[in-house]
């Protein structure tokens, strides 16, 4: 039995120490199914795969829980109520886990889609042979690189005004994109922010003409044209912003209660290349029932999926992703 197994996983204060007792059963010469990622699609999948008895194999990631795990309070994963974001990833794993579920702290480094059987290696050293793969290794928001933005993170930076747009009611924020996704998400924000300022490095942007228009028409919102952010401060939250002119070279302070960051998404797709299809930015292609370009290989969650990226769309992905593996080891067995 791997001595790496069975962590339980606090990321409010770290991992804790292995459990006492590992499992007495070893793990089978060629596993059922591993599950790349820990965010709610790979936690979901271990949960599902878990009930049909398919003793699955979760390798976390170097990103303990996934971005969620990184959020302060969740107020939209349905049935639960407010949570904070690593508490919700514990519960999913505790969960997945008494359904038999095991968890290797761990990340992935390589992936031989050439099977079944397929080989993954760890950076642990560790080698596994397995008959499916679920990846579910999501996607991270592009970084804007500026003094104290990482922080600040989850302290008025945010990457989803969706999730956390509630919590800045009557207060004055700043978007940060011209694209589809920065306008959608300053519309949003104008539910419940007094004025929402959209920071955008060009004089046009490159959203849609209708979605343009729509946030130019919205009283709530006003744009800051041809200009950056440089820095990020604020002692305990965000508190300003530092903005150049990119004519002008002009430099000014700019006081706001959050700062939302839309300046595009990087599907974790290293180990991926030129092994699975993608799309023309990076994404897995998928067909209806999670399947990619490998047979016995399925994706949930933000890596195959650019367009809801909500932590209840990934663990429904997840979901579908289990019960389609299961059905897929059923029949190759047959």
Not at 6 to 12: E, T
Not at 21 to 29: L, M, S, V
Not at 314 to 324: H, I, N, P, R, Y
Request: aromatic fraction near 6%; charged fraction near 20%.
């Amino acid at each position: 039995m791997l001595d790496s197994l069975n962590l339980n996983l606090s990321l409010g204060g770290g991992a804790e120490p292995a459990l006492e007792q590992a499992a007495a059963e070893p793990r089978p010469a060629i596993e059922n199914v591993i599950i790349i990622g820990s965010g709610p699609a790979g936690w979901s999948a271990a949960l599902y795969t878990g009930r049909a008895n398919l003793r699955p194999l979760l390798i976390t990631g170097n990103e303990l829980g996934g971005q969620i795990a990184l959020t302060t309070e969740v107020e939209n994963f349905p049935g639960i109520g407010t949570i904070q974001g690593p508490e919700l990833v514990e519960n999913m794993q505790k969960q997945a886990e008494r359904f038999g579920a095991e968890v290797l702290i761990d990340y992935v480094t390589e992936l031989d889609v050439n099977g079944p059987p397929f080989t993954v290696t760890t950076a642990g050293g560790h080698l596994f042979r397995t008959n499916s793969v679920i990846v579910a290794t999501g996607a991270s928001p592009r970084r804007l690189a500026v003094p104290d933005e990482e922080r600040l993170t989850g302290r008025g930076v945010s990457y989803c005004a969706t999730c956390d747009g509630f919590f800045f009611r009557g207060k004055e924020v700043v978007v940060i994109g011209g694209g589809d996704s920065a306008l959608q998400e300053a519309l949003f924000l104008t539910k419940f922010a007094s004025r929402v300022r959209i920071i955008h490095r060009r004089d046009s942007l490159r959203a849609g003409a209708t979605l343009a228009r729509r946030a130019k028409e919205n009283p709530k919102i006003e744009f800051i044209w041809n200009s950056v952010v440089t820095a990020i401060s604020g002692e305990n939250k965000v508190e300003k912003l530092a903005v150049k002119n990119v004519v002008t070279g002009e430099e000014t302070t700019l006081p706001v209660d959050g700062v939302f960051v839309y300046v595009g998404h990087l599907p974790n797709n290293q180990l991926f290349m030129d092994k699975l299809a993608m799309d023309d930015q990076g994404y897995l292609i998928t067909d209806r029932l999670m399947r990619t370009s490998v047979p016995g290989i399925f994706a949930a969650g933000e890596i195959q999926d650019h367009r809801f990226k909500q932590a209840a769309t990934s663990a429904g992905q997840g979901v579908a992703a289990a019960m389609e593996c299961e059905k897929y080891l059923a029949e190759t067995e047959a």
